[in-house]
């Protein structure tokens, strides 16, 4: 009988670790379900103590693209549809998935449903897959035998959600690209061009001939690279990591989340893709029959700001208390009017899961022509930034010889 180490999900949400002697891996991870765990991760001790390397790399588990497992929520709700019994559509999946790590995933899900567990138990054994919107959507699919329909909602609605976040990393991957090359480039002629010159305006300098400001100013920054510049660089990446620190904590989110509305431009597209997430989690649950106060909790966690997560769990405290969505999410002026005035109605109308989803794809729409103008507006200024800064050190350079030559004439 073997040892195997696990890491494993109570029923609490909690995570725990420990080590279980079994005679196969599955018997293991059979063992840990009748404990009430939920399996992460189950591995033999004796190998992962023989092979270090192995160990390292299972701990940095590779992430599953949110368009892979779309598809395969995709492929799970067509079977089904077609009259495949759950438990054949899991062994197809398991056998049939392109990706190796879905393969292991629904094989995984498909013994534990064979254990006599639920499927929106067994998606929540993976949460690194599978998200609590998609868990709370299959369980909704369940209680109200509607699964198939709540399968092809959710994949749909990853889909949204990574082409609107393909758009704005592909929207800004160029201004960044800009950026980098052009402080490379100009970190590059400071720290090794300007130097060469040095002498020069030495001689220049003894022979009574005056520095004009600007080439002073370019020898300092030149002198401070090539002194502090690994102190700099490490000074730098310290306080990066400090910030990255104090924005894990909820005050530096906070503020974070804060100064983030307020930045020109930015922050009116931060705050647009905010309020869409928001609407298309909720009316995207609602309409699969989740509970609104379930829905309210879900969406609000998947926002990514916090204060308008604050505000929505103001707005379920609000409906627990029998009182209407629209009043403490207007009280907390994050959400717009028009917005705000299309949720009062919808509620009057019940006719809110809809009117959400139609809000998410306006402001989506909205959102991708902001970007368009915010790119069209970088893309020269970045330009004009990365050339002002090589004709800075241009000018640094060769204005000291116009002025000996303009003194010899």
Known sequence: MAEFAYTAKTITGENTSGVIAANSQREAMGLLR??????????DQQSTADSPWARLLQSFPRRIKNEIIADALTQLGDLLGNGVSLIESLSILSEQSADASMREVWTDVRRTVSDGRNLDDALAAHPRVFSSLCVNMVRAGLEGAFLEE???RV??????????????VGAMAYPIVLAIVGSIITVGLVTFIVPMFESFFSRLVRGGVELPLITRILLALSHGLVRYGLVAAITITAMVLAVKRLLKSERGRRVADGLKLKIPVVGKILHDTAVSRFCRVLGTMLRNGVPILKSLDISGAAVGNVLLQ????ESAQNISSGNLLSQPLAASGLIPAQVMAMIRVAEESNTLDQVLVKIADRTDSRVER???????????LMLLTIGGMVMFVIIGVLLPV???NSAID
Do not use: C, N, T
């Not at 009748?34 to 591995?43: A, F």
């Not at 604050?310 to 769990?313: G, K, L, V």
């Not at 902001?370 to 020269?380: A, F, N, S, W, Y």
């Open 310 to 313: 604050e505000a929505i769990r």
């Open 34 to 43: 009748q404990m009430s765990l939920y399996p992460l991760e189950v591995r």
């Open 155 to 168: 994949a749909s609605f990853m889909r949204k959600q990574d082409e609107l976040r393909g758009k704005v």
């Open 370 to 380: 902001q970007l368009d103008v915010l790119v069209r507006l970088v893309e020269p």
């Open 402 to 404: 116009f002025d000996l």
């Open 150 to 152: 709540s399968l092809q």
